[in-house]
């Protein structure tokens, strides 16, 4: 099994629908994040959290919504969803030494028309 | 404030030829610094990091990366390029000391020609 793994992969839903993106780990890592990809401008910070208690906001949070369900599932939310939230979307986690980089899970690509 | 610079959308090289990828970095305090490879349809995959240590950093698949902090750079090189070296490359950078964010440049993507 992967270390983060992410459900759905690919999703299609049509504007103003809830939809939700979940993320599950078995790194044992508090920290968790969500970002987005867009071609050409890399990836983006939604939201992070750095236990179960702690949410906090990232460069793009409008429009989005996480849910810090146990220390290793963390969920994204799309409470009404528009075409430009359509992008890859990836969920990482991050070593606990203060050097440490992140593992990525696989990605959910979500269209949304 | 941190922010990362990759000069190059889209870099081509021939198969055995050097590969150069640009990235500068803005950091106000001593940054860590990181280079991500994403192959097609996959999540992303750490290359190597510099965390302060030496300033030449070898990684994984035969890519390095040296940290100049004098050119604010930490340009990635790999001295012959393989077909399988065509993805699309993330430099990142992350504040020492501090919550765990990491900032990623715009990436670039790598083509490699027969």
């Known amino acids: 099994d992967a270390d983060v793994t992410q459900t759905p992969r690919n999703r299609i839903t049509k504007t103003g629908k809830r939809i939700m993106l979940e993320c599950s780990q078995t790194k044992g890592h508090d920290r968790m994040y969500w970002y987005r990809q867009d071609p050409g401008l890399g990836l983006r910070l939604i939201y992070y959290?750095?236990?179960?208690?702690?949410?906090n906001k990232g460069e793009i949070s409008d429009g989005y919504s996480v849910s810090r369900q146990a220390q290793a599932k963390f969920s994204l939310s799309l409470e009404s969803a528009i075409p430009n939230q359509t992008a890859l979307y990836f969920c990482?986690?991050?070593?606990?030494?203060?050097?440490?980089?992140?593992?990525f899970g696989s990605g959910t690509r979500l269209t949304v028309v | 404030a941190q922010s990362v610079t990759q000069l190059g959308s889209h870099v081509s090289v021939s198969e055995g030829a050097l590969v150069l990828l640009r990235c500068n970095y803005s950091?106000?305090?001593?940054?860590?610094l990181f280079w991500y490879v994403q192959y097609p349809n996959q999540g992303l995959q750490l290359l190597l990091k510099?965390?302060?240590?030496?300033?030449l950093v070898k990684g994984i698949n035969g890519f390095e990366a040296e940290f100049k902090k004098s050119e604010t750079s930490f340009h990635l090189t790999k001295p012959s390029a393989h077909m399988s070296d065509a993805a699309e490359y993330f430099c990142a950078v992350r504040l020492s000391g501090s919550a765990r964010q990491l900032t990623f440049g715009s990436g670039t993507q790598l083509t490699v020609l027969p």
């Open positions: 510099y965390t302060s240590a030496a300033t």
């Open positions: 959290s750095f236990d179960v208690k702690d949410i």
């Open positions: 990482a986690t991050s070593d606990p030494g203060t050097a440490g980089g992140y593992t």
């Open positions: 950091s106000s305090v001593p940054p860590y």
